[in-house]
Protein backbone atom coordinates (compact mmCIF):
# COMPACT_ATOMS: atom_id res chain seq x y z
CA UNK A 1 0.00 0.00 0.00
CA UNK A 2 1.63 3.18 -0.61
CA UNK A 3 2.45 5.39 1.83
CA UNK A 4 -0.16 7.89 2.02
CA UNK A 5 1.44 11.87 1.52
CA UNK A 6 0.90 14.19 4.25
CA UNK A 7 -1.51 16.20 2.61
CA UNK A 8 -3.62 19.02 3.72
CA UNK A 9 -6.65 20.36 1.78
CA UNK A 10 -5.33 23.59 1.10
CA UNK A 11 -2.09 22.43 -0.47
CA UNK A 12 -3.80 19.90 -2.42
CA UNK A 13 -6.28 22.50 -4.01
CA UNK A 14 -2.78 24.66 -4.46
CA UNK A 15 -1.36 21.67 -6.20
CA UNK A 16 -4.22 21.13 -8.76
CA UNK A 17 -4.58 24.73 -9.37
CA UNK A 18 -1.24 25.01 -10.39
CA UNK A 19 -1.66 22.24 -12.73
CA UNK A 20 -4.07 24.78 -14.83
CA UNK A 21 -1.67 27.46 -16.57
CA UNK A 22 -4.69 30.34 -16.70
CA UNK A 23 -5.69 29.67 -13.21
CA UNK A 24 -6.09 32.81 -10.99
CA UNK A 25 -6.05 31.16 -7.48
CA UNK A 26 -9.70 31.94 -6.92
CA UNK A 27 -11.06 28.72 -7.11
CA UNK A 28 -8.28 27.58 -4.34
CA UNK A 29 -9.05 30.32 -2.10
CA UNK A 30 -13.07 29.86 -2.07
CA UNK A 31 -12.64 26.21 -1.57
CA UNK A 32 -10.08 27.00 1.08
CA UNK A 33 -12.69 28.79 2.69
CA UNK A 34 -15.48 26.04 2.01
CA UNK A 35 -13.07 24.23 4.57
CA UNK A 36 -12.86 26.77 7.29
CA UNK A 37 -16.66 26.58 7.29
CA UNK A 38 -17.08 23.01 7.00
CA UNK A 39 -14.18 22.96 10.15
CA UNK A 40 -17.10 25.45 12.13
CA UNK A 41 -20.15 23.06 11.40
CA UNK A 42 -18.40 20.06 11.90
CA UNK A 43 -17.65 21.70 15.21
CA UNK A 44 -21.39 22.43 16.05
CA UNK A 45 -22.56 19.53 14.65
CA UNK A 46 -20.17 16.84 17.06
CA UNK A 47 -21.81 18.92 19.62
CA UNK A 48 -25.59 18.39 18.72
CA UNK A 49 -25.72 15.51 20.93
CA UNK A 50 -24.56 17.91 23.77
CA UNK A 51 -27.00 20.03 23.77
CA UNK A 52 -29.34 18.70 26.29
CA UNK A 53 -26.48 17.24 28.42
CA UNK A 54 -24.53 20.95 28.73
CA UNK A 55 -28.10 22.79 29.85
CA UNK A 56 -28.59 24.34 26.65
CA UNK A 57 -32.18 25.09 26.61
CA UNK A 58 -32.53 24.28 23.13
CA UNK A 59 -33.63 27.96 22.78
CA UNK A 60 -30.67 30.13 24.54
CA UNK A 61 -27.81 28.29 25.46
CA UNK A 62 -25.71 29.09 29.31
CA UNK A 63 -24.25 32.17 27.25
CA UNK A 64 -27.74 33.28 26.87
CA UNK A 65 -27.25 33.22 23.20
CA UNK A 66 -30.04 31.70 20.64
CA UNK A 67 -28.85 27.99 19.87
CA UNK A 68 -30.14 27.89 16.51
CA UNK A 69 -31.26 24.91 14.61
CA UNK A 70 -27.92 23.11 13.00
CA UNK A 71 -29.49 23.89 9.81
CA UNK A 72 -29.94 27.23 10.51
CA UNK A 73 -26.74 27.37 11.86
CA UNK A 74 -24.95 25.79 8.93
CA UNK A 75 -26.28 28.15 6.69
CA UNK A 76 -25.62 30.88 8.08
CA UNK A 77 -22.15 30.04 8.38
CA UNK A 78 -21.76 29.59 4.81
CA UNK A 79 -23.22 32.31 3.80
CA UNK A 80 -21.05 34.39 6.27
CA UNK A 81 -18.07 32.42 5.38
CA UNK A 82 -18.31 33.09 1.62
CA UNK A 83 -20.15 36.58 0.85
CA UNK A 84 -17.03 38.58 1.42
CA UNK A 85 -14.14 36.82 -0.01
CA UNK A 86 -15.43 38.65 -3.51
CA UNK A 87 -15.17 35.38 -4.77
CA UNK A 88 -18.97 34.71 -5.81
CA UNK A 89 -21.56 37.39 -7.87
CA UNK A 90 -24.63 35.06 -6.29
CA UNK A 91 -25.69 32.25 -3.83
CA UNK A 92 -28.10 29.56 -3.56
CA UNK A 93 -29.69 27.68 -0.59
CA UNK A 94 -31.43 24.92 0.11
CA UNK A 95 -32.48 27.19 3.00
CA UNK A 96 -33.69 29.62 1.40
CA UNK A 97 -36.55 30.72 -1.37
CA UNK A 98 -34.74 33.23 -3.04
CA UNK A 99 -31.09 34.03 -4.51
CA UNK A 100 -28.83 35.02 -1.66
CA UNK A 101 -27.36 38.21 -3.13
CA UNK A 102 -23.41 39.34 -1.86
CA UNK A 103 -23.94 42.14 0.14
CA UNK A 104 -23.71 45.89 -1.43
CA UNK A 105 -20.23 46.55 0.60
CA UNK A 106 -18.19 43.35 -0.78
CA UNK A 107 -16.81 42.84 -4.32
CA UNK A 108 -18.69 40.29 -6.18
CA UNK A 109 -16.37 37.95 -8.70
CA UNK A 110 -16.48 35.10 -11.32
CA UNK A 111 -18.26 32.71 -9.15
CA UNK A 112 -21.64 31.36 -8.17
CA UNK A 113 -21.99 29.01 -5.29
CA UNK A 114 -25.05 26.93 -4.44
CA UNK A 115 -25.30 24.21 -1.53
CA UNK A 116 -27.31 22.48 0.47
CA UNK A 117 -25.86 23.64 4.37
CA UNK A 118 -26.95 20.46 6.28
CA UNK A 119 -28.46 17.49 4.66
CA UNK A 120 -30.56 15.00 6.12
CA UNK A 121 -30.44 17.27 9.48
CA UNK A 122 -33.58 15.46 10.49
CA UNK A 123 -30.90 12.65 11.65
CA UNK A 124 -29.26 14.48 13.44
CA UNK A 125 -31.17 13.09 16.95
CA UNK A 126 -29.82 9.69 16.34
CA UNK A 127 -26.51 10.41 16.07
CA UNK A 128 -26.81 9.29 11.93
CA UNK A 129 -24.39 10.74 9.47
CA UNK A 130 -25.86 14.07 7.91
CA UNK A 131 -23.72 16.42 5.32
CA UNK A 132 -22.94 19.41 3.40
CA UNK A 133 -23.31 19.81 -0.11
CA UNK A 134 -21.70 22.13 -2.74
CA UNK A 135 -21.92 23.54 -6.41
CA UNK A 136 -19.66 25.96 -7.90
CA UNK A 137 -20.06 27.42 -11.21
CA UNK A 138 -18.65 30.32 -12.99
CA UNK A 139 -21.45 33.44 -13.71
CA UNK A 140 -23.37 33.80 -16.93
CA UNK A 141 -24.18 37.48 -16.67
CA UNK A 142 -21.66 40.65 -17.18
CA UNK A 143 -18.30 40.85 -14.53
CA UNK A 144 -19.37 43.24 -11.75
CA UNK A 145 -23.19 43.15 -11.82
CA UNK A 146 -25.25 41.49 -9.25
CA UNK A 147 -25.36 37.80 -9.84
CA UNK A 148 -28.88 36.53 -11.14
CA UNK A 149 -31.13 33.97 -11.15
CA UNK A 150 -29.29 33.02 -14.82
CA UNK A 151 -26.36 32.41 -13.18
CA UNK A 152 -27.51 29.99 -10.71
CA UNK A 153 -29.66 27.94 -13.35
CA UNK A 154 -27.15 26.19 -15.26
CA UNK A 155 -26.69 22.42 -16.32
CA UNK A 156 -24.96 21.07 -14.12
CA UNK A 157 -21.61 20.02 -16.31
CA UNK A 158 -20.83 23.27 -16.63
CA UNK A 159 -19.48 23.20 -13.01
CA UNK A 160 -16.56 24.31 -11.99
CA UNK A 161 -16.28 22.44 -8.92
CA UNK A 162 -18.19 20.09 -6.55
CA UNK A 163 -18.26 18.60 -2.92
CA UNK A 164 -19.56 17.24 0.09
CA UNK A 165 -18.87 17.16 3.72
CA UNK A 166 -19.76 14.09 5.63
CA UNK A 167 -20.17 14.67 9.34
CA UNK A 168 -19.99 11.18 10.90
CA UNK A 169 -17.80 8.77 12.53
CA UNK A 170 -15.34 11.09 11.27
CA UNK A 171 -15.88 14.62 9.20
CA UNK A 172 -14.72 14.11 5.75
CA UNK A 173 -14.51 16.41 2.85
CA UNK A 174 -14.58 15.03 -0.61
CA UNK A 175 -14.02 17.63 -3.92
CA UNK A 176 -13.91 17.52 -7.17
CA UNK A 177 -12.96 20.61 -9.68
CA UNK A 178 -14.21 17.55 -12.71
CA UNK A 179 -10.13 17.36 -14.04
CA UNK A 180 -7.62 15.93 -11.72
CA UNK A 181 -10.06 13.29 -10.11
CA UNK A 182 -12.04 12.94 -7.03
CA UNK A 183 -10.78 13.37 -3.60
CA UNK A 184 -11.03 12.72 0.24
CA UNK A 185 -9.96 14.27 3.27
CA UNK A 186 -10.20 13.60 6.33
CA UNK A 187 -10.79 16.44 9.32
CA UNK A 188 -7.81 15.53 11.91
CA UNK A 189 -8.99 17.34 15.45
CA UNK A 190 -5.87 17.52 17.14
CA UNK A 191 -4.68 20.05 15.01
CA UNK A 192 -7.88 21.07 12.93
CA UNK A 193 -6.88 20.24 9.09
CA UNK A 194 -8.15 18.57 6.40
CA UNK A 195 -5.85 15.44 5.74
CA UNK A 196 -5.66 14.14 2.51
CA UNK A 197 -7.22 10.47 3.25
CA UNK A 198 -8.45 8.73 -0.19
CA UNK A 199 -6.43 10.30 -2.87
CA UNK A 200 -7.85 10.33 -6.69
CA UNK A 201 -11.39 7.73 -5.72
CA UNK A 202 -12.55 5.65 -8.38
CA UNK A 203 -15.70 4.10 -7.97
CA UNK A 204 -16.10 -0.04 -8.43
CA UNK A 205 -17.30 -0.77 -11.75
CA UNK A 206 -20.10 -2.63 -9.96
CA UNK A 207 -20.91 -3.43 -7.03
CA UNK A 208 -23.26 -5.66 -3.83
CA UNK A 209 -25.47 -2.64 -2.65
CA UNK A 210 -28.80 -1.16 -3.96
CA UNK A 211 -29.99 1.76 -1.57
CA UNK A 212 -33.07 3.39 -1.77
CA UNK A 213 -36.58 3.69 0.41
CA UNK A 214 -38.07 0.41 -0.04
CA UNK A 215 -41.09 1.74 1.71
CA UNK A 216 -42.00 3.60 -1.36
CA UNK A 217 -41.94 0.08 -3.63
CA UNK A 218 -45.28 -0.02 -4.37
CA UNK A 219 -45.56 3.34 -5.95
CA UNK A 220 -42.09 3.13 -8.19
CA UNK A 221 -42.06 2.32 -11.75
CA UNK A 222 -42.47 -1.24 -12.79
CA UNK A 223 -39.28 -1.29 -14.41
CA UNK A 224 -37.65 -0.28 -11.35
CA UNK A 225 -39.72 -3.02 -9.01
CA UNK A 226 -38.42 -5.06 -11.63
CA UNK A 227 -34.64 -4.75 -10.79
CA UNK A 228 -35.26 -4.72 -7.56
CA UNK A 229 -36.45 -8.14 -7.77
CA UNK A 230 -33.91 -9.38 -10.29
CA UNK A 231 -30.88 -7.88 -7.32
CA UNK A 232 -33.20 -10.15 -4.77
CA UNK A 233 -33.06 -13.09 -7.21
CA UNK A 234 -29.42 -12.98 -8.26
CA UNK A 235 -25.89 -12.86 -6.86
CA UNK A 236 -22.67 -10.83 -7.78
CA UNK A 237 -19.44 -12.16 -6.72
CA UNK A 238 -21.33 -15.35 -6.22
CA UNK A 239 -23.23 -13.24 -2.94
CA UNK A 240 -26.21 -12.01 -2.69
CA UNK A 241 -26.95 -8.00 -3.26
CA UNK A 242 -27.50 -5.99 0.12
CA UNK A 243 -29.76 -3.39 0.66
CA UNK A 244 -28.33 -0.30 2.62
CA UNK A 245 -30.59 2.48 2.95
CA UNK A 246 -29.13 5.30 5.77
CA UNK A 247 -32.02 7.63 4.53
CA UNK A 248 -28.99 11.01 4.09
CA UNK A 249 -28.02 11.19 1.04
CA UNK A 250 -24.47 12.65 1.73
CA UNK A 251 -23.77 9.11 3.46
CA UNK A 252 -25.16 7.05 0.81
CA UNK A 253 -23.36 8.27 -1.54
CA UNK A 254 -20.20 8.57 0.28
CA UNK A 255 -20.48 5.16 0.57
CA UNK A 256 -21.60 3.99 -2.74
CA UNK A 257 -18.26 6.01 -3.77
CA UNK A 258 -16.18 3.72 -1.71
CA UNK A 259 -17.97 0.53 -1.92
CA UNK A 260 -19.77 0.60 -5.53
CA UNK A 261 -23.45 -0.19 -5.89
CA UNK A 262 -26.18 2.06 -6.67
CA UNK A 263 -28.52 4.96 -5.07
CA UNK A 264 -31.72 5.98 -5.92
CA UNK A 265 -34.44 8.24 -5.21
CA UNK A 266 -37.36 7.68 -8.15
CA UNK A 267 -40.09 9.35 -8.79
CA UNK A 268 -43.51 7.84 -7.94
CA UNK A 269 -47.09 8.13 -8.73
CA UNK A 270 -47.43 11.25 -5.85
CA UNK A 271 -43.97 12.48 -6.47
CA UNK A 272 -42.78 11.74 -10.10
CA UNK A 273 -39.51 14.25 -9.42
CA UNK A 274 -39.21 12.48 -6.40
CA UNK A 275 -37.23 14.00 -3.77
CA UNK A 276 -34.15 15.37 -4.46
CA UNK A 277 -33.12 18.69 -5.35
CA UNK A 278 -31.09 18.65 -8.72
CA UNK A 279 -29.15 22.14 -8.79
CA UNK A 280 -27.31 21.84 -5.00
CA UNK A 281 -28.17 17.63 -4.17
CA UNK A 282 -28.06 15.90 -7.94
CA UNK A 283 -25.87 18.21 -9.68
CA UNK A 284 -23.09 18.60 -7.18
CA UNK A 285 -23.09 14.43 -6.43
CA UNK A 286 -23.88 13.53 -10.24
CA UNK A 287 -20.79 14.93 -10.67
CA UNK A 288 -18.20 13.87 -8.20
CA UNK A 289 -19.73 10.27 -9.13
CA UNK A 290 -19.08 10.88 -12.84
CA UNK A 291 -15.76 12.23 -12.13
CA UNK A 292 -14.80 9.03 -10.00
CA UNK A 293 -15.84 6.66 -13.33
CA UNK A 294 -19.69 6.34 -12.66
CA UNK A 295 -23.17 7.46 -13.91
CA UNK A 296 -26.19 9.64 -13.20
CA UNK A 297 -29.37 9.76 -14.47
CA UNK A 298 -32.77 10.59 -13.82
CA UNK A 299 -34.04 7.48 -15.46
CA UNK A 300 -34.20 8.57 -18.87
CA UNK A 301 -30.99 11.54 -19.04
CA UNK A 302 -28.13 12.34 -17.65
CA UNK A 303 -28.28 14.45 -14.72
CA UNK A 304 -25.68 16.71 -15.36
CA UNK A 305 -27.75 17.64 -19.05
CA UNK A 306 -30.71 18.30 -17.18
CA UNK A 307 -31.33 21.99 -18.15
CA UNK A 308 -32.63 23.66 -14.87
CA UNK A 309 -36.04 26.00 -14.97
CA UNK A 310 -36.01 26.33 -10.85
CA UNK A 311 -33.86 27.04 -8.15
CA UNK A 312 -35.55 24.25 -5.97
CA UNK A 313 -36.98 21.84 -8.40
CA UNK A 314 -36.57 18.31 -8.04
CA UNK A 315 -35.45 15.11 -10.21
CA UNK A 316 -35.87 11.42 -9.69
CA UNK A 317 -32.12 10.60 -9.40
CA UNK A 318 -30.19 7.15 -10.02
CA UNK A 319 -26.30 6.93 -9.57
CA UNK A 320 -23.48 4.78 -8.43
CA UNK A 321 -21.53 1.95 -10.51
CA UNK A 322 -21.72 2.15 -14.47
CA UNK A 323 -22.58 -1.03 -14.92
CA UNK A 324 -25.12 -1.04 -12.18
CA UNK A 325 -26.61 2.49 -13.50
CA UNK A 326 -26.71 0.19 -17.17
CA UNK A 327 -28.28 -2.42 -15.67
CA UNK A 328 -31.51 -0.55 -14.26
CA UNK A 329 -31.40 1.78 -16.97
CA UNK A 330 -32.12 -1.50 -19.52
CA UNK A 331 -34.74 -2.60 -16.64
CA UNK A 332 -36.37 1.14 -16.91
CA UNK A 333 -36.47 1.00 -20.89
CA UNK A 334 -37.69 -3.03 -21.24
CA UNK A 335 -40.69 -1.66 -19.04
CA UNK A 336 -41.56 1.38 -21.13
P1 LIG B 1 -36.72 9.49 2.67
C1 LIG B 1 -32.82 13.65 4.00
O1 LIG B 1 -34.02 14.15 4.53
C2 LIG B 1 -32.94 13.66 2.47
O2 LIG B 1 -33.13 14.94 2.00
C3 LIG B 1 -31.72 13.03 1.83
O3 LIG B 1 -30.55 13.27 2.52
C4 LIG B 1 -32.08 11.56 1.83
O4 LIG B 1 -31.44 10.83 0.78
C5 LIG B 1 -33.60 11.58 1.64
O5 LIG B 1 -34.06 12.86 2.09
C6 LIG B 1 -34.31 10.51 2.44
O6 LIG B 1 -35.69 10.61 2.13
O7 LIG B 1 -38.01 9.83 1.98
O8 LIG B 1 -36.17 8.15 2.22
O9 LIG B 1 -36.74 9.63 4.15
Same mark, same amino acid.
Given at each position: ?????????????????????????????????? $???? =???????? =????????? +??? !?????????????? +??????????????????????? /? /? /????????????????? +????? $???????????????????????????????????? $??? %?????????????????????? $???????????????? !???????? !????????????????????????????????????? %???????????????????????????????????????????????? /??????????????????????????????? !????????????????
Amino acid at each position: MAKKRFMTLSRHILEGERMHPGATGELSALLDQL $GMAA =KLISLEVN =KAGLVDILG +FTG !SENVHGEKVKKLDI +FANDVLIKAMDHGGHFCVMASEE /E /E /EIIHIPSQHQVGKYVLL +FDPLD $GSSNIDANISIGTIFSIYKRVTPDGTPGTLDDCLQP $GYK %QEAAGYVVYGSSTILVYTTGHH $GVHGFTLDPAFGEFLL !SHEDIKIP !SRGRIYSANEGNYLKWPQGLKNYIKYLQAHTFDEKPY %QARYVGSMVADLHRTLLYGGIFMYPGDMRNPKGKLRLMYECNPMAFII /ETAGGRAIDGKKRILDLQPERLHEKTPVYMG !SPEDVDLLEKFLREAE
